[in-house]
């Protein structure tokens, strides 16, 4: 069998090894140290964000996030619909309300269209769950959140001046976009906290962690205290109100900051790779990629992502998936909406279906960093034989 071409895989730089070997010999294994701050600082400087707090998830500093904006259960909370599962599990962790909201067709993000019309209804008691004849209390949501789906900015602009309107918290899920900007300002700093993750398949990675970042210093703090238990200042072992376990480990953080030093050339082979890919697929009618709209928008195509119209190809987006698994290369459809999803059944959507389609018609291409020229030529050979034949 040929070898594995994965979707996305990390890609260390070489300088990761020196900083977790620096925490094993100055014995700081345990949760916290030098590489905590370090990479912190790393983060903050890189983001201009003032403040950063280095967690074990991107989840759990979502979680964190809600929580700082007063989140409480049956609260509403606005989140994009067309997502990872992680920008929504959190809100029904804290027994709040999920209102999702469908993509626009410019970013495949947040609709600004439609975030409108879902404050709207609940401001003025006209929120109703499909298929439901009972209208929800009405009250302001507590909080946005938008996604920078595949490295893509959403439209900042006009989804931060709907928050100010009404005076609700943005959280930015940048989750999949470190290193986009909008307007030049870094995807993460536009809301009054933003989310990083370091997942595995991520841009860059620590294994396992994430980051909440802010330009505020209490929120930070407050982060710092609820992701290390809650713990008082005490002697002993007290808690007044309940804590989490979010922290990173300093061995983690030291790899974070050897992947630090790389980022920007990072962004520059995935900005790359999604160049390749235009290249060759340039012309093939019916088949169009996630793009910049303009100048404003600055993505690190974290994952180059397509949508692949049938009627005119001739040929669906499973059928392509199948044809680079037949040459074991994974692509993924694009994320499946929230509101599609079982487990969040019944929950209010505001939307034309725009994020239905984009799934149905949706595939991510394989876009590592570190994808060599050989592998360059198997996906090559498999899209051109496959999308230009038909």
Not at 4 to 31: C, Q, R, T
Not at 166 to 177: K, L, N, R, T
Not at 319 to 342: G, S, V, Y
Request: charged share 20%; glycine share 8%; proline share 5%.
């Amino acid at each position: 069998m040929k070898s594995k071409i994965w979707l996305s895989s990390p890609h260390m730089g070489g300088a990761e090894l020196s900083f977790v070997n620096d925490a094993y010999k100055n014995n700081w294994v345990a949760p916290l140290g030098q590489n905590v701050d370090g990479f912190e600082s790393d983060i903050q400087q890189f983001t201009g964000s003032k403040y950063a707090a280095a967690l074990s998830s991107g989840t759990a500093a979502l979680h964190l996030a809600l929580i700082l904006a007063d989140v409480r259960p049956g609260d509403y909370v606005i989140c994009q619909s067309m997502t990872f599962s992680a920008s929504a599990n959190p809100i029904a962790y804290l027994g709040a309300i999920p209102i999702f909201i469908d993509s626009e067709l410019d970013t495949w993000n947040m609709s600004p269209k439609y975030l409108q019309k879902a404050i709207e209804d609940c401001i003025s008691g006209n929120l109703r769950p499909p298929d439901s004849l009972i209208t929800l209390p009405a009250k302001k949501p507590k909080a946005i959140i938008p996604v920078h789906l595949y490295g893509m900015p959403a439209k900042m602009g006009e989804i931060s001046a709907i928050a100010d309107k009404y005076d609700i918290s943005v959280i930015e899920d940048a989750a999949e976009s470190l290193g986009s900007t909008y307007q030049g300002k870094a995807t993460g700093t536009f809301g009054a906290m933003g989310i990083l993750s370091f997942n595995g398949n991520k841009i860059i990675t620590t294994s396992g962690g994430g980051a909440l970042i802010s330009d505020n210093a209490e929120y930070i703090d407050r982060a710092r205290f609820l992701a290390t238990q809650a713990r008082d200042t005490a002697p002993h072992y007290q808690h007044s109100e309940i804590g989490y376990n979010y922290r990173m480990s300093n061995i983690l953080a030291g790899i974070g900051r050897g992947q630090m030093e790389v980022l920007p050339e990072r962004i520059k082979q995935r900005r790359e790779i999604n160049r390749w890919y235009r290249s060759i697929l340039a012309g093939v009618d019916g088949l169009e990629f996630q793009a910049e709209p303009d100048s404003d928008y600055y993505s690190n195509f974290w994952l180059t992502a397509i949508s692949i119209n049938p009627e005119k190809i001739g040929i669906t987006r499973e059928e392509l998936r199948h044809k680079l698994l037949e040459e074991n290369i994974e692509a993924r459809p694009l994320w499946k909406p929230m509101h599609l999803q079982p487990v969040f059944e019944g929950s209010p959507y505001f939307g034309s279906g725009v994020s239905d389609k984009l799934f149905l018609q949706g595939l991510c291409l394989p876009s590592g960093s570190n994808l060599t020229e050989h592998q360059k030529a198997r996906i090559k050979e498999v899209l051109i034989r496959t999308l230009i034949k038909h």
